[in-house]
């Protein structure tokens, strides 16, 4: 169910014939993806969008709490449910694309490792979550910082800022190629999930309603002035910024509200 590009996406269950419709998911307050049944008829299991993570849940039919399955550090995408609650799906981690691996019970094996010729001995650059309060003191806006290859005790590096799309979307620790390009020439990336990003509540998502470049704006220039108090090795003379879709008009703004 979808009432806006706002709302966060939330699991419903219904008849046949279109009667006896119930949310199942209202106890998960996070963006949910499309489910599907478990092998009994019992439960459902689809991703969830937390903090940066897509997780995979499954859930009672009549609702609840739900259980994550698959918590892993990365992003979960497409999957598929077989006998006795096998579940195919597809997995970014920290250090690689998408792969295929299969759950059974609590056993997670992969099935694919289709990226060690090009992935294999290269460094892969570490990315740091951390929150900051917001200016006007409603939320705990979390970023990631990707802090760049070759960094020494007293070496100083350019920052660009990476702003995602949406707004309602997320960024997260899963594999980046762009981060990780930009970490190799020795270059740190921030990723701000600002006001409007799903993953942290509806009341989260709603927060940009009627003010487009308004607060979320704010929590990237916040999130850039807290990444550089807290990392001295950030060069305040080299700063860039950059975005795609929603981000990319927004970075048009910024660059009109800051000299920095």
Not at 20 to 46: C, H, K, T
Not at 157 to 181: D, E, T
Not at 213 to 219: C, K, R, T
Not at 250 to 257: F, G, K, M, V, Y
Request: hydrophobic letters at 35%.
């Amino acid at each position: 169910d979808l009432e806006t590009t706002m709302e966060d996406t939330h699991v419903w269950v219904m008849a046949a014939d279109g009667g006896d419709r119930r949310e199942v998911g209202s106890g998960i307050d996070n963006r949910q993806g499309p489910p599907s049944w478990s092998s009994d008829g019992r439960a459902l299991y689809f991703t969830v969008q937390e903090r940066g993570l897509t997780r995979l849940y499954r859930l009672p039919a009549e609702g609840g709490a739900g259980q994550a399955v698959v918590a892993d550090r990365g992003t979960v995408g497409p999957f598929d449910v077989g006998p006795s609650d096998r579940i195919a799906y597809t997995f970014a981690t920290t250090r690689d694309l998408s792969q295929l691996y299969v759950l059974t019970g609590t056993e997670r094996k992969p099935l694919t490792d289709l990226n060690t010729a090009v992935l294999s001995g290269k460094t892969f650059a570490e990315v740091e979550p951390f929150t900051f309060v917001s200016n006007d003191n409603r939320f705990n806006v979390e970023a990631f910082l990707t802090r760049p290859v070759g960094q020494t005790a007293t070496s100083k590096h350019p920052l660009i800022v990476m702003i995602h799309g949406g707004q309602h979307g997320q960024q997260g620790p899963a594999f980046n190629l762009q981060s990780q390009v930009y970490a190799a020439r020795g270059w740190a990336t921030l990723m701000v999930n600002y006001r409007g990003s799903t993953g942290y509540g509806q009341a989260f998502t709603d927060a940009v309603f009627r003010d487009q470049n308004g607060d979320e704006a704010q929590d990237v220039l916040y999130g850039v002035n807290a990444a550089i108090r807290r990392n001295p090795w950030i060069d305040r003379a080299r700063l860039g910024i950059e975005g795609g879709s929603y981000g990319g008009q927004l970075t048009a703004w910024l660059i009109t509200q800051t000299h920095i």
